[in-house]
Structures are given as structure tokens and as C-alpha cells.
């Protein structure tokens, strides 16, 4: 029963929205590939987001890390073979989530900054939480591979961070706020951005390709890619 078949294990619930997300297109992703019945073998593990959200806000990352770490090792024991971090704010902590467990995470900013060189751009725009955007450890993951990111200044960084948490992960989508952030995008493209990474899962919720005129990279659509592959290699 699903022989050959690598189980992954899913780190989830920054927000249950995005992991939602993330189950639908695994599960999509191995039935397009071996037709039939087939489906993922996955392991779930998802946090109370109140609790994360909390350290977010306190800037207490040691806490996140060790928190998530705990959460890797209990998918590590249930049988995973990798994990993906079903979250882009918390990659963060990636770095406490792989030194706790034996197996490899999948790298978001890693399987982005792929598809950005093959889709031949060198420029994006990063949109993402405050944390994602103003913070290093996302942007600078992506220049470690030749790219340059652009950012949202301020209002408008204001305004694509309060939507994800004042809406989008409560479920909420606005044709007010898809206006606005299309909007913003093409301040980035103003700006020389040759593409826009959806770096926030709630935001694929939100725009995709047709609300915009540069390529999307839709980094959750990008991961459960890269996850159904190593599932299936």
C-alpha cells in the first residue's frame, strides 16, 4: 500500500487555512501523477496558531523554534522521510526545525528561488507577512541565489500584512483588498520587478496570475510540487 512511495510530513496549522491548502494540493499532486485511487502518505502535526502568533508578536523566535522543533521530532518519530514547513513566516526558525530531526525539510525560499531563475527573472517582488518582508532571513535566502527581492514601503507593507492576519487567515476574502494588493504590485513592477513571490500561503487565497501582468510564484503551489517529487523519486 503505497509502496515506493516516501511519506512526508507536514508541519501545519500557521494558519489550518494554508495547511488545508497544502493537504489539498499533495494529495492532488500524487493522483495526477499515478492516476487511480492513489493518494499522499502523509503525517500532519498542527499547532494551536495563537500560540505562535503570540511569539510572533513578542519577537520571542527562540520560543517559536524550540516549539516547532518539538513538533519536527514527533513527525520524525510518526515515520516522515522529510518535512515541509507549511508556513513561510516560520521558516524563520528553519534552522532549529532542522537541527532537531535526522530528515530533510524542504526549504521554501529554496524551491521559489528555483522556479524564479527558471522562469528566467532575476527581479521579484516579495510580498509576505511584516515578518517575511522587513526581516532577512526570507529575502536573503533568495538573493544567496543570484535574485534580487524588492519589498512593499511603507503603507503599503502595513497594509499586505494587516490583510493576511485581519482577514485572510480568519477565511475573510475582500474584492476590496485583491484590488489593493494588485495595486501594490504594480508599484513593485514600477519599481523593476519582473515577477511577484506570494510569500504568505494565505495570499495564493487572495491574487494569482490572472489579477496581475508579471509572473506569479506561488510559493505553496511551488512546495506541494517539490514535496510530490521527493514523494515520489
Known amino acids: 500500500m503505497g509502496e515506493g512511495m516516501r511519506k512526508v510530513g507536514l508541519l501545519g496549522g500557521m494558519s489550518w487555512e494554508s495547511t488545508a491548502l497544502y493537504y489539498r494540493l499533495l494529495n492532488e499532486g500524487v493522483r495526477e501523477r499515478l492516476g487511480g485511487f492513489h493518494s499522499a502518505r502523509l503525517v500532519l502535526t498542527s499547532v494551536d496558531f495563537a500560540d505562535?502568533?503570540?511569539m510572533q508578536v513578542a519577537g520571542?523566535?527562540?520560543a517559536a523554534g524550540a516549539a516547532l522543533a518539538d513538533e519536527a521530532r514527533s513527525l520524525e518519530a510518526a515515520g516522515a522521510e522529510c518535512l515541509v514547513l507549511c508556513t513561510n513566516t516560520m521558516h524563520k526558525v528553519a534552522d532549529a526545525i532542522e537541527g532537531a530531526v535526522g530528515i530533510p525539510l524542504l526549504h521554501l525560499a529554496d524551491v521559489t528561488a528555483d522556479a524564479v531563475?527558471?522562469?528566467g527573472v532575476d527581479r521579484v517582488a516579495l510580498l509576505g507577512t511584516r515578518f517575511t518582508m522587513e526581516q532577512p532571513f526570507y529575502a536573503d535566502r533568495l538573493r544567496s541565489h543570484g535574485l534580487d527581492v524588492l519589498v512593499p514601503e511603507g503603507d503599503d507593507l502595513t497594509f499586505v500584512h494587516d490583510v493576511i492576519y485581519d482577514?485572510?487567515?480568519l477565511g475573510v476574502v475582500r474584492d476590496e483588498s485583491r484590488a489593493a494588493?494588485?495595486?501594490v504590485v504594480r508599484r513593485l513592477v514600477a519599481r523593476?520587478?519582473?515577477g511577484v513571490v506570494l510569500g504568505c500561503t494565505e495570499i495564493e487565497l487572495l491574487i494569482g496570475p490572472d489579477d496581475v501582468e508579471v509572473p506569479v510564484f506561488a510559493t505553496t503551489a511551488l512546495h506541494a510540487r517539490a514535496?510530490?517529487?521527493f514523494?515520489?523519486?
Open 52 to 54: 505562535i502568533e503570540a
Open 231 to 233: 514523494a515520489l523519486s
Open 181 to 183: 494588493y494588485v495595486d
Open 227 to 229: 514535496a510530490v517529487e
Open 192 to 194: 523593476g520587478a519582473g
Open 60 to 62: 520571542d523566535w527562540e
Open 117 to 119: 531563475r527558471s522562469a
Open 167 to 169: 482577514e485572510l487567515v
